[in-house]
Each structure stands twice: as structure tokens, then as C-alpha cells.
């Protein structure tokens, strides 16, 4: 299947499940904490779910256990929540959470410090923010992939990181994955063109040391090969002919 084009209608459906994920990632924002467990933070966005009629994007697909994706530090990606993996201070935190409700997905991720974090930490979380704010700023309807992995890509290693080749963002809609795959860095192919009515998941994950990523042995724990803290940051961005709409506001 090709890329899938949005009407206005469709956009804002997406918009309400987009909502459902913006209010539980910032309510599990304000429940983390040291000593708050991966776990109690699954536990948390099961129960905010079941109160609004959306189901999980995450639960079962391709095996995944879980509603939510909860990383620390050297983990990139695909964390699996654990009664084991309980917050600690200057720990960073990614969540990542999706739903559909409506026939409509909804896709947003988020990294953020526990406690106070060290300034290598603070630099990676402001500087993978950029990235992302970057790439959003070329979602016109003219540009290319190619403008959005070039914005990221530019910005993240003059600031001394590396980006992760390995995982890419991706259209979203009627499906949690679609087309086109959004590379944050390299040439995209094909190169295609930005289309008034495309949403796109973007998602820099950006690293302090090495671009490299690892999958533990569950699967689907991503780590930096080098074992240095990642950050991730993902919207659900619409083209639109007045520039680009951030379906997953803060």
C-alpha cells in the first residue's frame, strides 16, 4: 500500500486519539519519580485506558506485552515495563505510547529526566527536543524526507550526538504503521515529496555516544551499543497548506 492521504475529517479523528495519548503521557510525567517502578507506570496507563474507549496500539502487536514502552538511560527504545526496573535519581525516562479509538491511531513519545540529571543528560534532552521541533518545521507540502533526516541529522551531530539509523518514524492513520518510513538521517528512498493530507510520526532518537543499537535478549529492549544514555521524542504531524498541524500537542 502507498502513502494514504488524509481528509480534514479523518485528521481530526486523529486528533482525539492523539489527545488520549498526550493526557496519559503527561500524567504518567507527573507519576515519576525514584522509586516509581516501570511496572506502576504501565499499571497507571492500562487504568487511564480503559476509561476511554480507546484500545492499545502496543498490546500484542508482534508479540509486544505491554501498552507502553518505558526506556531508561542506555535503553532506546521498546523498553519492557518491570516490577525489576524501578526509577532512580538522574535516571532519563523515554515513554512511548499509542492508541486507536475510532478507527484512528494516535502516536506520541516523550523523554524526560527523573530528579536532576546531569549536563550531558540536559544537553541530549534539549538537543533531541530541537531535533524533532527541526523536523517539523519542514513539514510542507513541496519538501521532501530528505528535508525533515537532513534537519535532524545537521542538528543533532553538531552538537556532538549521533542518530539512530536503525529505527525510523513512519506514517500513521488507519494503521500505527504506514508509509512512508521516515529515516532521521542518510537519504531517504525513495525521496518522496510531502503531500498536504500525509501524517507522519516523527520520532529522532538521538544518542551521547555511538549511533549503534542493540536488541536484548527480550526481543525488544533497543540499547546504544556503547551503553551511553538516548533520548526520544515522537509528534503525530499532519501536512497541511498552512504548514504543519501537531495532531499530539502538548
Known sequence: MGVVLKTKKEIEAMREANRVVVETLLDLKNMARPGITTLELEQRAKKRLAKTGAKSAFLGYRGYPAVLCASVNEEVVHGIPSPKKALKEGDLLSLDFGVELNGFYGDAAITLPVGEVNEEKRRL???????????????????????????????????????????????????????????????????LKLAEGMVLALEPMINAGVAEVLVLEDAWTAVTADRRPSAHFERSVAVTANGPEILSAW
Open 125 to 191: 534532552l534539549r538537543v533531541t527536543r530541537e531535533c524533532l521541533d527541526r523536523a517539523i518545521e519542514k513539514m510542507a507540502p513541496g519538501n521532501r524526507l530528505s528535508d525533515l533526516a537532513r534537519a535532524v541529522q545537521s542538528h543533532a551531530e553538531a552538537n556532538g550526538f549521533s542518530v539512530v539509523y536503525q529505527f525510523v518514524g513512519h506514517g500513521i492513520g488507519r494503521s500505527m504503521h504506514e508509509e512512508p518510513q521516515v529515516p532521521n538521517c542518510g537519504s531517504p528512498r525513495p525521496d
